[in-house]
């Protein structure tokens, strides 16, 4: 027999059931962590990242569903407007992934709708930082560009600028792309002045940043994503907000980048109609472009080479409400940042601790360890330590990459595939020495005050008692 409720009674009690579920299900996983009594020092993991979210996540998924619109459509469109809001930029577009959105931003510095001069062309370089996360760099090797790397500073985690001039080529330098480390903002002023003077394209990597606000000398604080000419976007789960998979690329300024993100993003086509909508232009059947015959259908018209990366509207339903959290979120990372701060500043004398960059107001990734030259242990020896405490932990990402294994090969294929300024002492040391561990909106005070204690422990214990096991 029919239900003889309306579709309108039957989504409210889906949603009631939802939340209601979610409450339950989900309590874990809600802003302020776990409920009181449910860790155990030792025994319950304490993750480095994770998700953070509630009953309106969980409805606002499920709306979606029973909407069952699927590929990107109205809640895409309102989320694009909400982060480019929230980011300070005029749009922002919607991806798969941080990784992809990468790609597209770099990809997009060769479209032809860009003065021909400043096109990014096989061959051209790019400068990046030689530590950090792969995906970064990889899309100027898979536009056929030259990655320069520069060195990073171990007490920022970010680029040394101060190598920026000496990597600069006339004629064939192009672009800078550049992530702000562990939401550390790298120097802006520095790198938005250089990019200027040698009429460069910015690319900010703010995959780990979301939130993170930095000042111009004399001017007021702005979100770190608005600085350059675009900027990058990762709503992993590990993220400041998530969408399960997915990403965005925002355009600070210069609109001329939506339609081409949008076609690189949507196999490279001509046409700009939103899904499920056609003839907007008013001329689909009008156009002369390459060598097609006139009034070639413009839905099949490809005027890049392009991808299908967008991701789904449910995900973007996700992101909304996410969205809306960020402001606490990344309160909460700095407060974690700070206890974790105060509570290891007895054991200076075995690490460094990376320090905000001047005019920097960082939302934190994560925090970072760097284990002084000479300290008794290794940052492994450390590592394995808080992994049998069940304290998650990382390493800088891809530490210094030109020493990985996909780079080795590339060099190896091709010594001309890459540029090196310097040796890279700081990216080395980093690779060597830099773990961080989490700062997340999940942890609790109970939990950052048991990371501090276990890592107090293992630095005070004779070597002979430095343990790796529970």
Known sequence: M????????????IERLVRAHAARAHAAS??????????VPG??????????????????????????????????????????????????????????????????LKSPRLPAERRLRPGDEVITCAAGFPTTVAPIVQNGAVPVFIDCNPA????????????????????????????????????????????????EDNCDALGSRYSMPGEAPRPTGSFGDLSTQSFYPAHHITTGEGGAVNIPRDVRFKAVLESLRDWGRDCWCASGQADTCGKRYAWKLGELPEGYDHKYIYSHLGYNLKPLDLQAAI??????????????????????????????????FMEATPGGDPSWFGFMLLVRDGAPFT???????????????RRLFGGNLVRQPAFVQLRRDNPGAFRC??????????????????????????????????????????????????
Not at 381 to 387: A, G, M, N, V, Y
């Open 2 to 13: 029919d239900d003889p409720r309306s579709a309108e009674d039957l989504r409210a009690e």
């Open 30 to 39: 809600a802003p302020g962590g776990p409920p009181s009594g449910v860790f």
């Open 43 to 108: 025994k319950t993991p304490v993750p480095y990242a994770g998700r953070v979210f509630a009953g309106d996540e969980v409805a606002a998924a499920v709306r979606s569903a029973l909407d069952f619109w699927l590929t990107l459509g109205p809640e895409g469109d309102a989320f694009e407007r909400e982060l480019a809001a929230a980011v300070g930029a005029r749009h922002s577009v919607l991806v798969n992934s941080g990784s992809s959105a990468n790609l597209l931003a770099v990809s997009a």
């Open 156 to 203: 920022t985690g970010n680029a040394d600028c101060s190598a920026l001039e000496e990597a600069y080529a006339p004629g064939r330098t192009k672009a800078v792309v550049l992530a702000h480390a562990l939401g550390n903002p790298f120097d802006l002023a520095a790198v938005a002045a250089f990019c200027r003077a040698h009429d460069l394209w910015l690319i």
């Open 319 to 352: 992101g909304r409400a996410q969205l809306e959290r960020l402001p606490a979120f990344a309160e909460a990372r700095r407060r974690n940042w700070r206890r974790l701060r105060t509570g290891l500043e007895s054991l200076s004398g075995h690490f460094e």
């Open 379 to 393: 940052a492994v020896e450390l590592s394995r330590h808080l992994d049998l405490r069940k304290i998650g932990n």
């Open 421 to 470: 300024v310097g040796d890279l002492a700081g990216a080395d040391r980093v690779m060597q020495s830099a773990l961080f561990v989490g700062v997340y909106p999940g942890l609790t005070a109970e939990m950052l005050d048991y990371v501090i204690a276990v890592i107090g422990d293992f630095c005070r214990a004779p070597a002979r008692r430095r343990s790796t096991t529970p």
